[in-house]
């Protein structure tokens, strides 16, 4: 922590948002899509402007049915050059799914805390990261780039708050195996601003090589002040997911992601760039809404952008 003293909070001038919703928010619907709908939300995406698109995961069929598709999904989907198409995965198994499938791009996960990793992917966080090596010798070989992703880094519905020593620990392990790229996420919905800007301080003075992102869900209303939080302490990659579906199937209550184009909204507002644009999201999440057939935790399909407001009020004021 030796700089901490010096470091100075500031809004960044451009940040990434990476749409998860076609694998975070899907997951968890009971409207199955069609593989078709999916490949035409995903294309939508793509022709956003959005860089990092989540397009499904290679998990058991049996246990997240709504992903059984993805290696279809992955095989149709127009690919933009310049978007990265990722997927979730949690085993070796799943990544020989991903290199069939022509990704190159694949998420390992594992949960900093012991119950949710049981519950979410059958095994402690210590056997995830040993099935780790032989993943990461299989990217290597195949051109395939991993990442990671550590659910319940800030909270857990079964241990309560998850300690950054916990966290710091999967981070280890990760580097360790030559990962990079690396995302806190907060799949609980429990994460609060102090401690999102704290963990965030602390990955980022310990491993300033690494890439960190940020991956909110919107559970008690803290998500995107928790982004805030985690762009004062420097981090510049955030997750969204459209229309604001989301939650995972193994955690009691689960609730959406922040909405991307709630976040892309709020970034605009705060003159803060982003590439993935405003207008394209909002009817990616009309879309999304109309597909799944009942409302959503959308602000902004809600109550739509500032700016209409001001427009609305200027022409009513002129009848
Ligand atoms: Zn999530």
Not at 154 to 179: M, N, Y
Not at 212 to 239: E, K, P, Q, S
Not at 241 to 257: E, H, M, T, V, W
């Amino acid at each position: 922590m030796s700089n901490e003293a010096s470091f100075v909070p500031r809004w960044p001038t451009r940040i990434s948002v990476c749409e998860v919703g076609p694998r975070d928010g899907l997951q968890n619907e009971k409207t199955m899509l069609s593989l078709e709908q999916k490949v035409e939300l995903i294309d939508l995406i793509s022709a956003s402007g959005a860089r990092i698109i989540e397009i499904g995961s290679f998990v058991n069929p049996k246990a997240v049915p709504q992903m059984a598709d993805t290696d279809e999904v992955a095989r149709r989907i127009r690919r933009v050059d310049g978007v990265e198409y990722r997927v979730l995965i949690f085993n070796l198994r799943g990544l020989e799914r991903a290199e069939a499938s022509g990704l190159k791009k694949a998420k390992l996960t594992v949960s900093a805390s012991r119950t949710h990793s049981l519950k979410n992917a059958g095994k402690t966080p210590e056997e995830a990261v040993r099935s780790f090596s032989d993943c990461a010798e299989y990217a290597a070989a195949k051109g395939i780039v991993l990442s990671g992703a550590i659910p319940t880094s800030f909270g857990c519905a079964f241990e309560g708050r998850v300690s950054v020593e916990q966290v710091l620990s999967v981070v280890d392990s990760f580097i360790k195996i030559g990962i990079r790229e690396i995302s806190l996420s907060d799949s609980t919905g429990m994460a609060t601003p102090r401690q999102v800007y704290d963990y965030s301080r602390m990955v980022l003075e310990r491993q300033p090589e690494v890439i960190w992102n940020l991956h909110f869900h919107n559970t008690r209303g803290m998500g995107l002040a928790n982004v805030t939080a985690g762009m004062l302490a420097g981090i510049d990659r955030f997750d969204g997911g459209f229309a604001g579906l989301g939650g995972c199937p193994f955690i009691p209550d689960a609730s959406g992601n922040i909405a991307s184009e709630d976040l892309i909204h709020m970034c605009n507002e705060m003159e803060i760039e982003t590439d993935y644009e405003l207008d394209k999201a909002i009817s990616i999440a009309r879309l999304v809404r109309q597909l799944v057939g009942h409302p959503t935790d959308s602000f902004i399909l809600r109550a739509g952008k500032n700016s209409d407001l001001v427009r609305s009020q200027t022409e009513a004021a002129k009848n």
